[in-house]
C-alpha cells in the first residue's frame, strides 16, 4: 500500500506561484531550471547559516533530525508532551498536511512558531508587510508570510488547543555585527546525497555570538488576515489549502490558466534531455489548456516580447505567439531617427519575427554621435560582488555590499586590446571593498578614457562603496569618495564628468539583434553578436587571444573564441570554460562565500580563484566584442583610420 502524498510548505510555496507548477514539483521526470541554478544555490546556502545562528539564539533547543516524516511526527509529538520545550525542526501534521518548523517554542499550551528567512529588512520601518494603497500586502513580502499562515494552519488543525503566535526572523539591516568572523561560525558541507548544510563550528556558542544581527517580527496580524480574507483563484485559504492538499494526495494535474507568468516558469526549458527521458511541464500546460501542437513550441510567444504589458490580455484573446500579431500597433520605427522607445523596440522584435529577419536593427547615426564623444583608451570593466545575511567581518550589516574582484579590459584608438588590470581578494574574514576602489581607481587614473559599465550594477556599488566610507575611519576616504563621484552618478546628489558609459544602454537605445529573442543581457546579447558578426567570426577564429601583444590576456593563452559545434553553430564563448568552472555570476557569489566560510585546502582556494579569474576576464572581454561589432557595423574602424 502506497504512502499518501503530503503537501508541505514547500510543495504549498510552489503552488502559490503556480497551482499547475505542484504537479510537476519534486518528479525526476520533469526537466526544471532549479536544478542547475547557482544563484538559487547561494540563496540555499546562505539560507542554511541563517538557519543555524537562529539555533544559536534559542538555547537549549532539540533538533528533530530525522528526515522519514513518520518517525519525525512521532519524535515531535512525544517531546511536544513536555511542559516547555524549544524544538527545531519540529514535525506537525494534519491529514494530508505536513509541516517542518524551523523553531517551535512551547511552554504550556503558549506556543511560539518562528520561521526563519535569510532575508534582510529595515527594522525602522513601520507596517512593513503591508501596501498602504489597498491595505493588503506587499507583494514582495507575500510569499514569506504564505509560508508561516499555512504552517500556523497546519500547527491549529494538528493542536487546537494550542496558542500560537507566528514570527519571521529576519537580518535586521541596520544591526552590526560585533565579533569577528561571524560568517565562519558555520561551516558548509553536503551530505551523503550532495545536498548542502551548514553546521557549527567546533567550540562555538552563544556567547560568541556577539550582538544579536536577526531580530523576530511578530506576524499575527498579517497571518489572521490571510486566513480570514486573503483568496486566491477564488478560494479562501483554507479552501486553497485543502484543494491543493487534495490534488497533490491524488497526484492531479491542476489546469488554472496561462500567462504571462508562464514565461519564467521553472519547468519551461528550451530543449528536453534524451539522456534522461525528462518531459517538460511548461509544454503539458499548453498542449492541453491552449491545445498546442509540438511544432507551436519553437514560436516565440508573447511574453517574449520585451518589456510587454498586453500579454496577458492577448492570451485571453487567443493570441499566443508573436506572429500573430500586427506590428502595425507598436507604431513604426524610423531608420534615420536616434534611439529608440520601448514601443519601437516591441515593433522591431515582432516585425523580424513575422518576416523571419534575423539580422540585427542598428541605429548607426545614433552609434556615429555616440562613439563621437568617447574618449580613447576606452576601459571596460566588470565587478564580482556578494551581499550576504551573516557579515564575514566584524562591524558590518547583513547584505552590506561586498566587492572583491574587478576584471578590466583596455582597447586603444588604433584597436589594440588588453587585458590592462585585474584585482581579487579572496583573503578570509576580510572586508576587501576599500582597498578593490583603490585598485580601481589606480587602473582607471592613468588617463581620461571613457569607462564602460554594463547594467547599473558597477555604478550602484560605487555608490554604496562611497558611504561605506563616509561611515568608515580610513585615512584616505576623502580622496577616495572625491574619485568615486567622478565616474559615477547618484540621482539628487552628482554627476561625474567622467560618469561610466552604461553599454547596455546603449544596446537597448540603439541595437535590436533577433538572436536574443528580446533579451539585453550581455549572457545573450554576445552569443548572438558573434553569430552576427563575420568581422568577429574572421578575427577571433584563431589563438590569437593572449598570443599577441596586441591582444593581451591574463588567464588565457592562444585561445581561440570563435568555436562550433558539429553542426556549424558558433559555441557560447561561456561554455567554453569547462563544466566544472565559474560561469555566471551566481556561482561566482558561491564560490566566494565558500573561499569565506568553507574549510577547504589551499590548493582547492586557488583553484576557485583561477576559475574566477578567468569568469570575469570573460565578462569585460564580452564587452570588447559587442563594442567591436558595433564599431564595424558602422564603419568606425575605417572612419578613425580616415581622421
Request: one cysteine or more.
Given at each position: 500500500?502506497?504512502?499518501?502524498?503530503?503537501?508541505?510548505?514547500?510543495?504549498?510555496?510552489?503552488?502559490?506561484?503556480?497551482?499547475?507548477?505542484?504537479?510537476?514539483?519534486?518528479?525526476?521526470?520533469?526537466?526544471?531550471?532549479?536544478?542547475?541554478?547557482?544563484?538559487?544555490?547561494?540563496?540555499?546556502?546562505?539560507?542554511?547559516?541563517?538557519?543555524?545562528?537562529?539555533?544559536?539564539?534559542?538555547?537549549?533547543?532539540?533538533?528533530?533530525?530525522?528526515?522519514?516524516?513518520?518517525?519525525?511526527?512521532?519524535?515531535?509529538?512525544?517531546?511536544?508532551?513536555?511542559?516547555?520545550?524549544?524544538?527545531?525542526?519540529?514535525?506537525?501534521?494534519?491529514?494530508k498536511l505536513l509541516v517542518r518548523v524551523d523553531i517551535l517554542r512551547k511552554v504550556g499550551h503558549r506556543v511560539d512558531l518562528v520561521e526563519v528567512k535569510a532575508k534582510g529588512f529595515d527594522s525602522t520601518e513601520s507596517n512593513l508587510f503591508w501596501n498602504k494603497k489597498n491595505k493588503g500586502l506587499m507583494s514582495r513580502w507575500e510569499p514569506y508570510l504564505l509560508d508561516v499562515a499555512f504552517q500556523t494552519y497546519v500547527a491549529q488543525k494538528a493542536f487546537p488547543e494550542w496558542e500560537i503566535s507566528p514570527y519571521l526572523m529576519l537580518a535586521d539591516k541596520h544591526a552590526v555585527t560585533?565579533?569577528?568572523?561571524?560568517?565562519?561560525?558555520?561551516?558548509?558541507?553536503?551530505?551523503?546525497?550532495?545536498?548542502?548544510?551548514?553546521?557549527?563550528?567546533?567550540?562555538?556558542?552563544?556567547?560568541?555570538?556577539?550582538?544579536?544581527?536577526?531580530?523576530?517580527?511578530?506576524?499575527?496580524?498579517?497571518?489572521?488576515?490571510?486566513?480570514?480574507?486573503?483568496?486566491?483563484?477564488?478560494?479562501?485559504?483554507?479552501?486553497?489549502?485543502?484543494?491543493?492538499?487534495?490534488?497533490?494526495?491524488?497526484?492531479?494535474?491542476?489546469?488554472?490558466?496561462?500567462?504571462?507568468?508562464?514565461?519564467?516558469?521553472?519547468?519551461?526549458?528550451?530543449?528536453?534531455?534524451?539522456?534522461?527521458?525528462?518531459?517538460?511541464?511548461?509544454?503539458?500546460?499548453?498542449?492541453?489548456?491552449?491545445?498546442?501542437?509540438?511544432?507551436?513550441?519553437?514560436?516565440?510567444?508573447?511574453?517574449?516580447?520585451?518589456?510587454?504589458?498586453?500579454?496577458?490580455?492577448?492570451?485571453?484573446?487567443?493570441?499566443?505567439?508573436?506572429?500573430?500579431?500586427?506590428?502595425?500597433?507598436?507604431?513604426?520605427?524610423?531608420?534615420?531617427?536616434?534611439?529608440m522607445q520601448s514601443w519601437q523596440r516591441q515593433a522591431l522584435q515582432v516585425r523580424k519575427v513575422i518576416e523571419k529577419d534575423t539580422t540585427p536593427y542598428i541605429d548607426k547615426q545614433g552609434l556615429l554621435d555616440d562613439f563621437s564623444r568617447w574618449i580613447y583608451p576606452l576601459h571596460f570593466i566588470d565587478f564580482e560582488t556578494s551581499q550576504v545575511a551573516i557579515p564575514f567581518g566584524k562591524g558590518r550589516h547583513p547584505y552590506e555590499q561586498v566587492a572583491f574582484q574587478f576584471s578590466h579590459h583596455r582597447l586603444e584608438a588604433d584597436g589594440r586590446i588588453s587585458h590592462a588590470t585585474?584585482?581579487?581578494?579572496?583573503?578570509?574574514?576580510?572586508?576587501?571593498?576599500?582597498?578593490?576602489?583603490?585598485?580601481?581607481?589606480?587602473?582607471?587614473?592613468?588617463?581620461?578614457?571613457?569607462?564602460?559599465?554594463?547594467?547599473?550594477?558597477?555604478?550602484?556599488?560605487?555608490?554604496?562603496?562611497?558611504?561605506?566610507?563616509?561611515?568608515?575611519?580610513?585615512?584616505?576616504?576623502?580622496?577616495?569618495?572625491?574619485?568615486?563621484?567622478?565616474?559615477?552618478?547618484?540621482?539628487?546628489?552628482?554627476?561625474?564628468?567622467?560618469?561610466?558609459?552604461?553599454?547596455?544602454?546603449?544596446?537597448?537605445?540603439?541595437?535590436?539583434?533577433?538572436?536574443?529573442?528580446?533579451?539585453?543581457?550581455?549572457?545573450?546579447?554576445?552569443?548572438?553578436?558573434?553569430?552576427?558578426?563575420?568581422?568577429?567570426?574572421?578575427?577571433?577564429?584563431?589563438?590569437?587571444?593572449?598570443?599577441?601583444?596586441?591582444?593581451?590576456?591574463?588567464?588565457?593563452?592562444?585561445?581561440?573564441?570563435?568555436?562550433?559545434?558539429?553542426?556549424?553553430?558558433?559555441?557560447?564563448?561561456?561554455?567554453?570554460?569547462?563544466?566544472?568552472?565559474?560561469?555566471?555570476?551566481?556561482?561566482?557569489?558561491?564560490?566566494?562565500?565558500?573561499?569565506?566560510?568553507?574549510?577547504?585546502?589551499?590548493?582547492?582556494?586557488?583553484?576557485?580563484?583561477?576559475?574566477?579569474?578567468?569568469?570575469?576576464?570573460?565578462?569585460?572581454?564580452?564587452?570588447?566584442?559587442?563594442?567591436?561589432?558595433?564599431?564595424?557595423?558602422?564603419?568606425?574602424?575605417?572612419?578613425?583610420?580616415?581622421?
Amino acid at each position: 500500500m502506497s504512502k499518501t502524498r503530503l503537501l508541505t510548505k514547500s510543495g504549498f510555496k510552489t503552488a502559490c506561484e503556480c497551482p499547475s507548477k505542484l504537479f510537476f514539483s519534486g518528479k525526476s521526470d520533469y526537466a526544471s531550471t532549479r536544478s542547475d541554478n547557482s544563484f538559487l544555490d547561494a540563496l540555499a546556502e546562505g539560507g542554511f547559516q541563517v538557519g543555524e545562528l537562529a539555533k544559536l539564539f534559542n538555547p537549549g533547543g532539540l533538533e528533530i533530525e530525522t528526515l522519514e516524516s513518520e518517525i519525525a511526527l512521532s519524535q515531535s509529538r512525544e517531546l511536544l508532551n513536555r511542559e516547555t520545550v524549544t524544538l527545531f525542526e519540529a514535525a506537525l501534521g494534519f491529514e494530508k498536511l505536513l509541516v517542518r518548523v524551523d523553531i517551535l517554542r512551547k511552554v504550556g499550551h503558549r506556543v511560539d512558531l518562528v520561521e526563519v528567512k535569510a532575508k534582510g529588512f529595515d527594522s525602522t520601518e513601520s507596517n512593513l508587510f503591508w501596501n498602504k494603497k489597498n491595505k493588503g500586502l506587499m507583494s514582495r513580502w507575500e510569499p514569506y508570510l504564505l509560508d508561516v499562515a499555512f504552517q500556523t494552519y497546519v500547527a491549529q488543525k494538528a493542536f487546537p488547543e494550542w496558542e500560537i503566535s507566528p514570527y519571521l526572523m529576519l537580518a535586521d539591516k541596520h544591526a552590526v555585527t560585533s565579533v569577528e568572523g561571524l560568517n565562519q561560525f558555520f561551516e558548509l558541507t553536503k551530505d551523503a546525497t550532495g545536498k548542502s548544510r551548514a553546521s557549527l563550528s567546533p567550540g562555538r556558542s552563544l556567547a560568541d555570538a556577539g550582538a544579536p544581527i536577526l531580530k523576530e517580527v511578530d506576524v499575527s496580524a498579517e497571518v489572521n488576515f490571510i486566513h480570514r480574507e486573503w483568496e486566491s483563484h477564488g478560494k479562501s485559504f483554507e479552501e486553497l489549502v485543502e484543494w491543493l492538499a487534495e490534488a497533490y494526495a491524488e497526484d492531479r494535474y491542476l489546469p488554472v490558466g496561462l500567462g504571462s507568468k508562464c514565461k519564467n516558469c521553472e519547468f519551461r526549458v528550451e530543449t528536453q534531455s534524451p539522456a534522461k527521458g525528462q518531459k517538460i511541464g511548461f509544454e503539458k500546460c499548453w498542449s492541453e489548456q491552449a491545445s498546442l501542437k509540438p511544432e507551436d513550441f519553437s514560436r516565440p510567444f508573447v511574453f517574449d516580447i520585451w518589456k510587454y504589458r498586453l500579454a496577458d490580455k492577448k492570451i485571453s484573446e487567443g493570441i499566443f505567439f508573436q506572429d500573430q500579431l500586427d506590428p502595425a500597433e507598436f507604431g513604426s520605427v524610423d531608420a534615420d531617427q536616434a534611439g529608440m522607445q520601448s514601443w519601437q523596440r516591441q515593433a522591431l522584435q515582432v516585425r523580424k519575427v513575422i518576416e523571419k529577419d534575423t539580422t540585427p536593427y542598428i541605429d548607426k547615426q545614433g552609434l556615429l554621435d555616440d562613439f563621437s564623444r568617447w574618449i580613447y583608451p576606452l576601459h571596460f570593466i566588470d565587478f564580482e560582488t556578494s551581499q550576504v545575511a551573516i557579515p564575514f567581518g566584524k562591524g558590518r550589516h547583513p547584505y552590506e555590499q561586498v566587492a572583491f574582484q574587478f576584471s578590466h579590459h583596455r582597447l586603444e584608438a588604433d584597436g589594440r586590446i588588453s587585458h590592462a588590470t585585474e584585482y581579487i581578494d579572496l583573503s578570509r574574514g576580510k572586508f576587501p571593498s576599500f582597498d578593490f576602489v583603490r585598485a580601481l581607481r589606480r587602473a582607471l587614473s592613468e588617463d581620461r578614457g571613457s569607462i564602460f559599465r554594463y547594467s547599473p550594477h558597477e555604478n550602484v556599488v560605487l555608490c554604496q562603496i562611497h558611504e561605506q566610507l563616509l561611515a568608515s575611519e580610513e585615512p584616505d576616504r576623502k580622496e577616495l569618495c572625491q574619485w568615486i563621484e567622478t565616474v559615477t552618478t547618484k540621482k539628487d546628489a552628482w554627476k561625474g564628468p567622467r560618469s561610466m558609459v552604461d553599454l547596455l544602454e546603449v544596446v537597448m537605445n540603439r541595437y535590436y539583434n533577433p538572436l536574443t529573442d528580446g533579451s539585453n543581457s550581455l549572457k545573450s546579447v554576445l552569443p548572438a553578436v558573434l553569430t552576427s558578426s563575420k568581422y568577429l567570426q574572421r578575427k577571433y577564429s584563431q589563438p590569437i587571444y593572449g598570443a599577441a601583444e596586441s591582444l593581451t590576456s591574463h588567464n588565457y593563452k592562444d585561445w581561440t573564441w570563435i568555436q562550433r559545434n558539429a553542426s556549424g553553430k558558433i559555441l557560447d564563448p561561456y561554455s567554453l570554460l569547462g563544466e566544472n568552472e565559474i560561469r555566471e555570476g551566481g556561482a561566482a557569489m558561491t564560490a566566494y562565500a565558500r573561499t569565506q566560510f568553507a574549510s577547504m585546502p589551499e590548493s582547492e582556494r586557488a583553484k576557485l580563484a583561477r576559475s574566477l579569474l578567468r569568469y570575469c576576464e570573460l565578462d569585460t572581454f564580452a564587452m570588447v566584442l559587442v563594442y567591436e561589432h558595433l564599431a564595424d557595423e558602422i564603419g568606425w574602424w575605417n572612419r578613425a583610420t580616415d581622421t
